[in-house]
């Protein structure tokens, strides 16, 4: 089993950094990979960002590669996605999950997270 919670969203200016928390609890969270996902209204949930349980493989979708890094603090049981040069696409409720594997796809996630607002004035 798995509890997670994302934290740290907010209101930021074009072109500013925002850095998202995602702290998990119980056993499944140590050795599980974790997504950080985005849905915005009217669209579809999309994936963002990943990291292997390890915290050494990570991967980005293309439209966040050079802007957004996520990292992986595992003494303190927590993810982090650190987001610079925001856009107002970027603008979404945040959410972290995780898996058995690294994944880009959505079904791959057993646990997730309530989510966090990331909002972006233009």
């Known amino acids: 089993q798995a509890v997670l919670e994302e934290s740290g969203g907010g209101l930021v200016q074009t072109g500013g950094s925002l850095r998202l928390s995602c702290a998990g609890s119980?056993?499944?969270?140590?050795?599980?990979?974790v997504g950080w996902f985005r849905q915005a209204p009217g669209k579809d949930r999309e994936f963002v960002a990943a990291?292997?349980?390890?915290?050494?493989?990570?991967r980005y979708a293309d439209s966040v590669k050079g802007r957004f890094t996520v990292s992986r603090d595992r003494a303190k049981n927590t993810v982090y996605l650190q987001m610079n040069a925001l856009k107002p696409e970027d603008a979404a409720l945040y959410y972290c999950?995780?898996?058995?594997?690294?994944?880009?796809?959505?079904?791959?996630?057993?646990?997730w997270g309530p989510g966090t607002q990331v909002s972006v004035s233009s």
């Open positions: 999950a995780a898996g058995g594997r690294s994944s880009t796809l959505r079904h791959e996630y057993e646990y």
């Open positions: 119980g056993r499944a969270f140590p050795l599980a990979a």
């Open positions: 990291v292997d349980y390890t915290g050494t493989a990570t």
